[in-house]
């Protein structure tokens, strides 16, 4: 039986997840909260892809992916219901990007230095098992990137240590090394590496990189 995997979110990075799952095996459900989205779900996923709501994919979802616009992320897990969420890791893709344009290429947030989106969402759900992970590449990178010689980063962060370790599993057939950086505060930086990820974008329009970590 192959472990079933529930995203909330249907922008690009919820298909291209969804598509990445179900290539290594998965079984996914996306859940959009547009009834009027599902054909064009249909034509963006994998004919094995299940569509349904939030709250479907909640469910369905032995693993649960959130991918939603981050000033949505707090109301969609409302939509997909706290309980549903209960024991469960959460791989939190979101970032905090605030509906203000970035400034000279500089994204703006709607969190604080001294918080994160992850943090509110782990207080929201608290006996979801919150990870971040794939908030800081862009989507084109996100499934098996081609790195020559070479595998990126992936910066993942949350409190419990089971959740980091299946998150790590996933990230390796994705073709990432993975970096845990500890606890859910952890989340401030990672979610900063978004801002500085997205300025060569906007200034230079290259998209085409990722974070590697060296060590000695
Ligand atoms: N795009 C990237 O390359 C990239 C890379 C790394 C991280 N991220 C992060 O990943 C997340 C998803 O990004 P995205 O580019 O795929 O798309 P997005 O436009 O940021 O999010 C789309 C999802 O948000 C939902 N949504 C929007 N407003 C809502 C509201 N008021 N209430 C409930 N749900 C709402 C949409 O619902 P419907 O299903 O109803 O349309 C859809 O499921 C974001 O937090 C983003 O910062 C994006």
Known sequence: MSMKVG????????????????KHGYDVTIGTNTAGKREELKSKTNAKTKIGTFEDAAKFGEIVVLATKGTAAEAALKLAGIANLKGKTVIDTTNPIADAPPVNGVLQYFTAQNESLMERLQALAPDAHFVKAFNSVGNALMVNPRFAGTRPTMFICGNDAGAKREVTAILE?????????????SARPIESLCILWCIP???????????????P
């Open 7 to 22: 995203i909330v979110g249907s922008g690009i990075v919820g298909q291209t997840l969804a598509n990445g799952f179900v």
């Open 201 to 215: 974008g906007f200034l230079e329009k290259s998209w085409g990189h990722a974070f590697k970590l060296l060590r």
């Open 173 to 185: 057939q994705f073709r990432y090394e993975t970096a845990d950086m500890g606890a859910v505060e």
